[in-house]
C-alpha cells in the first residue's frame, strides 16, 4: 500500500506528537477500560489497568451487599462511573468533578456507553447526598515525585495527579466528611499509590478496612466500610 502525500504528512505529525513524549492515548482520542471504549483529552486522567481493580471489587461488595446507589467522585473521563452503571445492578450512579471540562467528557463517555449517571461539577464529596456506595481515584503522586514523572504522565493534568506534601491531601479530607454522605453499610473504596496503602486505611482506624492488590500484587485499593 502507498500512502498519499497527505496521508504521509499526516503521519509524520502524528508520529512528531508521540516522539514529544505525547501519551498514545490523547493521539488515538480513546482508549479502552473494563471492555469499554472511552474518549479521552488532556484534561483528565487516562483510564489505567490500576483501576480496574476498583471497579471489579466494587461490583463485588456492590452484589455480595446489596448496594443499590454509587457516586463516583474525582469521576475525570467517567470511567469508573459508566463501567458501574453498564457492568453493574445499580439504581443510581452518579459523577463528579471539579473541572467542567471533565464532567463534560464523562457526559460524552455515558452517551457512548448507552448509560445514564447524574453529573456534578462539585468539589470531592462537598453538596452530595447519601449513597451505599462511594468511589474515588483522586490525585496521590506525593510533590516531590511530580518533576519524576515519566515524560507521558507530565502530559495529564496536574490537577489529576497532585496530591500534596505526602500525596494523602484527598484521603484526608474523604475521611473528614465520608460518613455524612455514605449509607450505613454502605461502602466506600479508594485507588491508592504504590505504598500508601497502610497509610490511608490509619486516617479510617476504628472502621473496617479491607487493602486489594492489583494484578502486579501492589496494595492498590483501599475498602471503608460503614456500621450498618
Ligand atoms: N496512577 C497514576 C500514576 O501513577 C496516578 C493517578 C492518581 O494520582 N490518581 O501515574
Redesign the pocket.
Known amino acids: 500500500m502507498t500512502l498519499t502525500p497527505e496521508q504521509e504528512a499526516e503521519l509524520q505529525r502524528l508520529l512528531a506528537r508521540r516522539l514529544s513524549g505525547e501519551p498514545l492515548q490523547y493521539i488515538l482520542g480513546e482508549w479502552s477500560f473494563m471492555g469499554l471504549d472511552f474518549y479521552v483529552n488532556p484534561y483528565a ?1 487516562i483510564p ?1 489497568q ?1 483501576t480496574e481493580t476498583l471497579v471489579e471489587k466494587a461490583l463485588e461488595l456492590a452484589e455480595k451487599l446489596e448496594l443499590r446507589t454509587a457516586l463516583d467522585v ?1 469521576t475525570g473521563t467517567g470511567c469508573i462511573a459508566v463501567s458501574l452503571k453498564k457492568l453493574g445492578r445499580f439504581t443510581r450512579v452518579a459523577a463528579s468533578d471539579i473541572s467542567y471540562e471533565c464532567m463534560a467528557l464523562a457526559g460524552e463517555n455515558a452517551r457512548r456507553s448507552g448509560v445514564d449517571i447524574e453529573l456534578y461539577v462539585r468539589d470531592l464529596l462537598e453538596g452530595h447526598g447519601s449513597y451505599d456506595l462511594i468511589t474515588a ?5 506525593a510533590d516531590a515525585e511530580l518533576p519524576l ?1 515519566q515524560e507521558e ?1 507530565r502530559h ?1 493534568p496536574r490537577l ?2 497532585s ?1 500534596g506534601a505526602d500525596g494523602l491531601d484527598f484521603y484526608r479530607r474523604i475521611a473528614q466528611s465520608y460518613k455524612e454522605h455514605l449509607s450505613p453499610g454502605g461502602v466506600l473504596l479508594m ?1 491508592v ?1 504504590a505504598g500508601q496503602a497502610a497509610s490511608v486505611a490509619e486516617l479510617f482506624a476504628g472502621c473496617e478496612t479491607e487493602l486489594v492488590r492489583d494484578i502486579n500484587g501492589i496494595e492498590r485499593v483501599v475498602t471503608v466500610r460503614r456500621r450498618a
Open positions: 486522567l489505567r490500576d474525582c481515584n483522586p490525585p496521590y503522586i514523572l504522565v495529564e489529576a495527579l496530591g485507588e499509590g
